[in-house]
């Protein structure tokens, strides 16, 4: 059974960084895709960035994030992490890691195309 816990959340200042973990356990990943997304109160779950294929390891992102946010993975220890630089408070969020085994390119940034969640992590961007 496939298991995601993140880990890493917190309260942080704006301009500040924040590292975000994910760790996934009950399968083989090589194949799968790996995302985060977040979701702020009121608001729609969102895309933030994605590894298309777990072994092959290319990455994707949402254009708020591009240039602030990096991801990448320990493929030995089945790890996801995502790497918050320069956060702003429209940041704040609950950052969930979301695994897709059966990836298709053209849906790497669906909400639907991931079958497993994790529980999330909530991220705080406040002065």
């Known amino acids: 059974q496939v298991q995601l816990v993140e880990s890493g959340g917190g309260l942080v200042q704006p301009g500040g960084s924040l590292r975000l973990s994910c760790a996934a356990s009950?399968?083989?990943?090589?194949?799968?895709?790996m995302a985060w997304f977040r979701q702020a109160p009121g608001k729609e779950r969102e895309f933030v960035g994605a590894?298309?294929?777990?072994?092959?390891?290319?990455?994707y992102y949402a254009d708020s994030v591009k240039g602030r946010f990096t991801i990448s993975r320990d493929k030995a220890k089945n790890r996801l992490d995502l790497q918050m630089d320069n956060l702003i408070p429209e940041d704040t969020a609950t950052y969930y890691c979301?695994?897709?085994?059966?990836?298709?390119?053209?849906?790497?940034?669906?909400?639907?195309?991931?079958?497993?969640w994790g529980q999330g992590t909530q991220v705080t961007v406040s002065s």
């Open positions: 979301a695994a897709d085994p059966a990836p298709i390119l053209s849906t790497v940034t669906s909400l639907r195309a991931y079958e497993y």
């Open positions: 590894v298309f294929r777990w072994k092959d390891g290319r990455m």
């Open positions: 009950g399968a083989a990943f090589n194949n799968y895709a």
